[in-house]
T-cell receptor, first 114, second 111 residues
Framework: DVKVTQSSRYLVKRTGEKVFLECVQDMDHENMFWYRQDPGLGLRLIYFSYDVKMKEKGDIPEGYSVSREKKERFSLILESASTNQTSMYLC?????????????FGSGTRLTVV | AQSVTQPDIHITVSEGASLELRCNYSYGATPYLFWYVQSPGQGLQLLLKYFSGDTLVQGIKGFEAEFKRSQSSFNLRKPSVHWSDAAEYFCAVGGDDKIIFGKGTRLHILP
């Protein structure tokens, strides 16, 4: 089975800190995605990548950036964390664009910014 | 515009009762359709998917879903729920581009 691993389950950071959320997949998937999940709002797409060194903005990219230096790793960066970025962050991957097999998700990182 | 609607935010059923979770979508072409489940504090797990063929699809954990093109629906069903089915369920639609998720339905099970 494809595994998507998010390096931290829980993180607590201070306002203004630079925060890195790491995601690694082990099945050579082309596509990787970062979502945030908030009660009543569902999953909102932050950034995605269809290839190494490639990135595309999702629906809510403000305050975030990403890095994909290697195919298997997709990092989400909060340049200066703010309390409104307290959320559950989910990473996902899929084999190719238009992949009808769907996405494989990591277990999530619950980030609290204080 | 592409969209997914899950009209029920919360659903409560008794253990052993049948379940149907509703999903309607708007998509310009033939869609791929998915149902995911999320247990508390976990990521999303794929329950089942439809992309062609038989419109009644079987998934894991005893779930099934039926694609009805005329109604733009893809409702999830289970004949008899178990306490362990308490979770949040997400319907999703995709095609040649990225997948779009509904806002989810939280399922509560009464003992």
């Amino acid at each position: 089975d494809v595994k998507v691993t998010q390096s931290s389950r829980y993180l607590v950071k201070r306002t203004g800190e630079k925060v890195f959320l790491e995601c690694v997949q082990d099945m050579d998937h082309e596509n990787m995605f970062w979502y945030r999940q908030d009660p009543g709002l569902g999953l909102r797409l932050i950034y995605f990548s269809y290839d190494v060194k490639m990135k595309e903005k999702g629906d809510i990219p403000e305050g975030y950036s990403v890095s994909r230096e290697k195919k298997e790793r997709f990092s989400l960066i909060l340049e200066s964390a703010s309390t409104n970025q307290t959320s559950m962050y989910l990473c996902a991957s899929s084999l190719v664009q238009g992949d009808h097999y769907g996405y494989t998700f990591g277990s999530g990182t619950r980030l609290t910014v204080v | 515009a592409q969209s997914v609607t899950q009209p029920d935010i919360h659903i409560t059923v008794s253990e052993g009762a049948s379940l149907e979770l509703r999903c309607n979508y708007s998509y310009g072409a033939t869609p791929y359709l998915f149902w995911y489940v999320q247990s508390p504090g976990q990521g999303l797990q794929l329950l089942l998917k439809y992309f062609s063929g038989d419109t009644l699809v079987q998934g894991i954990k005893g779930f099934e879903a039926e694609f009805k093109r005329s109604q733009s629906s893809f409702n999830l069903r289970k004949p008899s729920v178990h306490w362990s089915d308490a979770a949040e369920y997400f319907c999703a639609v995709g095609g040649d581009d990225k997948i779009i998720f509904g806002k989810g339905t939280r399922l509560h099970i009464l003992p």
